[in-house]
């Protein structure tokens, strides 16, 4: 009962959870009652009022009942000052100071005493996009507030996504393909989750981008447009300014420009699809301050540098193949690839030499744990301790796209059927999501449009093909063989293209860019096909319609060649619009359930079905706001150094940044070390006021005591004595009677669990399922100042230095002077005798 993961708990940003977990006993009693009034007094009579700097006061549960506008209002920036507080911050700083004075904001109330430059440490797209909507909508005389811009910013952009995903998708597959695509995209869970109104984060634009840049390659290697060219990298610069994973963008496109060479697609509508977005796209990206120069000295860019030059090579051999005699063709060939290839060896020597100092090679450490899943469980537990940074599990995957799991096989099937290089890059782009999705499960939101675009392309066939073969033998029974049939036919024949409009479309694209591949599929087919393909062509027509080509009626009478049975037809059409129903419905329930609550006002159901709400954090917040000093440094774990800074207006030590981790390891090391030396070491650093997260009174599991292993790990990182294994017990993480002395002398137990037997009578832990170890012991060096309603908080005080009285001094020099005395004698002896 007493054993916990040894793995810790997740490090997962903000509040944690959005519900608690419920359980049968209740341990609260009137002691614990008691000694809330004392400490909650103060602090619940503190005014609603909003301090200077600070962000969110103002939204508070009262103003939640009345108007319904006002409500969803109210609600909704309340989600967004919970979840991004970070992100308001800097916009609200950019909308009062200015773009000049936002990119050289030093940040001192952050990673104290080290502070932060903002300006170079924070991706701008997000800032700078709600800012122009914010301009523009002022300049029309539209009064909206820095909040409501923010809380709308990301429904605006998810209306955006679904446009871009139907334009890559018909790019690849034609109308049908993206009008499915941008149906489920605008409903698929996984991007609900950072869509939702109050949701302003990095990736409720970057999903955007990153649609849209590879719309515009697709557009660019189909018509071989500079004009497309051109935006494309107006868009990849985009992407680099909202989101770290541009990088994706940057190695996903060399790999297809590299299938396409060896493959023999090589053309040059892919020469300007690609050439320009690598000269360009890497001089844009290199004057964002956050990315500078890692644009050209980071192992991340080098793969397109490479296929740059292999793409330069070809494209020579290929000029050359033109202009030069067959006689002199080979020795041109031969040059050209020995100087080429030894110019890309010579480049690849320079990159490799710039790297080679780096212990990493010049790879980032997110990178490398994506290439290697164990590398940042053995050498960087702060990536491996944040919950979005776990594998998902198989539930996760229905969760988040649910029947898209199902149908992103068929998708790649459907895009071979036949393969162009439009539906080669959605699929190279479909297998790399998937696997990196298995990797983090933050990446599901990468995988969300691969899938829904996959999707699409397989539920446009699988409609196509069961609409046709219904309206096959529907039009067969009703208009029996003969003259009706062919009147029929011609009357229709003008309409029927709308009908193959995609496919047809599809076939004359792939007949263009691979024929080879098209004639090879159509010799194939054999005699008997040939014969079973002629017959309904007969039944349904008596001669070709005047002005009609013979190539376009062959593809429509392939494809209605086989039609299948009417009951089939009709059956799987039902299938295909129950499972899209249901898919609509567990969208629509994820979104209310899991996507659309704040995680720092949590709530649950009792058994009579009433909701109950958990309103520790604010309170928590509040009080830190109103009742100490305002250069007060307040210290808890990284989690919660967003949410600290914008809503308590305190300076913290660390945040969600995570930007040192020398920084977080101190701090990790005075959580596990015993109660002096933590004193001594936030002494050191300046602390005021520190807080933990517990969850034992209420059964909150995401609280600091399961994520404390993580502390001891980075910790242990970075100061070698502190040691994993003397906080477990046979491997076993316990905080019962059989933890280890160490685990139960440490700073965070003893602030976790200070005055819980006597709140709860008998120290039962309602998270761990146990009653606690060490129950009664007293606090030497801290005070504790503040406990929430729930016990979800608790704030402590650090006491000052103790004076030193004079007589304990002199007492404690006379030991000190008898003490050297006696080894002086002792030496002396010794070497008389020796």
């Not at 539209?142 to 679904?162: D, G, K, M, R």
């Not at 290697?221 to 610069?237: D, E, H, K, P, V």
Request: some cysteine; aromatic content about 12%.
């Amino acid at each position: 009962m007493g054993q916990v993961d040894s793995r810790g708990g997740g490090g997962g940003g903000g509040g944690g959870e959005r519900g608690l977990r419920s359980s049968e006993r209740s341990r609260k009693s009137g002691g614990e009652e008691d000694g809330e009034r004392e400490r909650g007094d103060k602090g619940r009579s503190a005014k609603d009022g909003e301090s200077k700097g600070a962000i969110g006061d103002d939204v508070s549960l009262n103003a939640l009942r009345g108007n319904p506008t006002a409500t969803i209002l109210c609600g909704l920036t309340l989600l967004l000052i919970c979840v991004m507080a970070f992100s308001i911050r800097l916009f609200s700083y950019l909308s009062k100071a200015g773009v000049y004075n936002f990119w050289n904001w030093f940040d001192d109330r952050t990673w104290y005493p080290l502070g932060r430059v903002v300006g170079g440490t924070v991706y701008p797209g997000l800032m700078l996009t709600a800012g122009t909507m914010w301009k523009i909508a002022n300049s029309l005389n539209i009064p909206l507030s820095v909040e409501t811009v923010c809380v709308f910013t990301a429904p605006v952009f998810s209306a955006n996504t679904a446009w871009a995903t139907f334009l890559l998708a018909k790019e690849v597959r034609g109308p049908g393909a993206g009008l499915t695509a941008a149906a489920l995209i605008a409903t698929v869970p996984s991007y609900i989750s950072r869509s939702v109104a109050g949701s302003y984060d990095n990736e409720g634009i970057a999903i955007f981008a990153l649609v849209f840049t590879f719309f515009l390659y697709l557009k660019t290697l189909n018509t071989g447009s500079l004009f497309y060219a051109t935006a494309n990298a107006l868009a990849y610069f985009y992407m680099v300014c909202s989101w770290g994973g541009y990088t994706f963008i940057i190695n996903l496109i060399p790999i297809h420009a590299l299938v396409c060479l060896f493959s023999g697609r090589y053309s040059s509508r892919l020469y300007v699809a690609f050439a320009p977005l690598v000269v360009f796209g890497t001089l844009l990206a290199a004057s964002v301050p956050v990315v500078g120069f890692n644009a050209v000295m980071t192992s991340e860019h080098f793969a397109s540098f490479l296929v740059f030059c292999i793409l330069h090579i070809v494209a020579l051999v290929c000029f050359l193949k033109r202009i030069l005699p067959k006689k002199t063709l080979l020795l041109a060939q031969t040059v050209v690839i020995t100087l080429g290839l030894g110019g890309a060896i010579a480049l690849g020597a320079v990159l490799v030499a710039m790297v080679a100092k780096s212990p990493t090679l010049g790879w980032s450490g997110r990178s490398l744990s994506l290439l290697d899943p164990t590398y940042a469980s053995k050498y960087i537990p702060i990536i491996a301790s944040v919950s979005e940074h776990q594998p998902p599990t198989w539930p996760s995957y229905f969760m988040d796209i649910h029947i898209l799991a199902f149908l992103v096989p068929a998708g790649f099937v459907a895009c071979f059927l036949p393969l162009s290089d439009a539906s080669l890059f959605l699929v190279l782009y479909g297998v790399t999501s998937v696997y990196f999705s298995g990797v983090m499960v933050r990446l599901m939101l990468v995988l969300a449009p691969a899938a829904c675009i996959l999707s699409g392309v397989a539920l446009s066939a699988a409609f196509n093909t069961l609409t046709r073969s219904a309206k096959f033998h529907i039009y067969g029974f009703i208009f029996p063989k003969g003259a009706p049939v062919e009147s029929e036919a011609k009357s229709t024949a003008p309409t029927e293209p709308k009908v193959t409009a995609e496919d047809s479309a599809t076939d004359s694209a792939s007949e263009v860019v691979t024929p080879k591949v098209a004639t090879s599929g159509r010799k194939r087919r054999g005699s008997k096909m040939k014969e079973a393909e002629e017959e309904p062509q007969r039944e349904r027509k008596s001669a070709p319609s005047k002005g009609k080509s013979t190539s376009k009626p062959k593809v429509q009478d392939k494809r209605t060649a086989w039609p299948l049975p009417l009951d089939v037809s009709l059956l799987g059409l039902a299938l295909l619009l129950s499972a899209s129903c249901f898919y609509m419905y567990h969208s629509v329930w994820a979104a209310s359930e899991a996507y659309s609550a704040p995680s720092i006002v949590l709530s649950t159901h009792t058994q009579d079905g009433r909701t109950h709400i958990f309103d520790d954090f604010r309170e928590a917040y509040a009080w830190l706001r109103h009742n100490t000093r305002e250069d007060a440094k307040v210290v808890s774990w990284w989690d919660y150094g967003y949410q600290t800074t914008a809503m308590a207006n305190r300076t913290v030590l660390v945040d969600n940044n995570t930007w040192n981790n020398t920084h977080i390891a101190t701090v990790g090391t005075a959580m596990s070390s015993p109660e002096r030396q933590g004193w001594e070491i936030f002494k050191a650093l300046d602390v005021d006021y520190v807080f933990v997260i517990f969850g034992g009174m209420v059964g909150y599991p995401s609280d600091d005591i399961n994520k404390f292993l993580w502390m001891v790990r980075i910790g242990g990182g970075v100061f070698p004595h502190i040691k994993e294994s003397d906080y477990l017990r046979n491997g076993q993480y316990r905080i019962d009677a059989q933890a280890t002395p160490t685990m139960l002398n440490c700073l965070m137990y003893k602030l976790s669990y200070y005055r819980f037997t006597d709140a709860t009578g008998d120290g039962y832990d309602r998270v761990r399922g146990t009653q606690i170890g060490k129950k009664h012991f007293k606090l030497n060096y801290f005070e504790e100042v503040f406990t929430t309603q729930h016990w979800m908080v608790r704030i402590y005080k650090l006491k000052p230095v103790k004076n030193r009285t004079r007589g304990r001094v002199k007492a404690r020099t006379k030991q000190a002077v008898r003490t050297s005395l006696r080894g002086s004698v002792r030496k002396i002896w010794r070497r008389r005798r020796t």
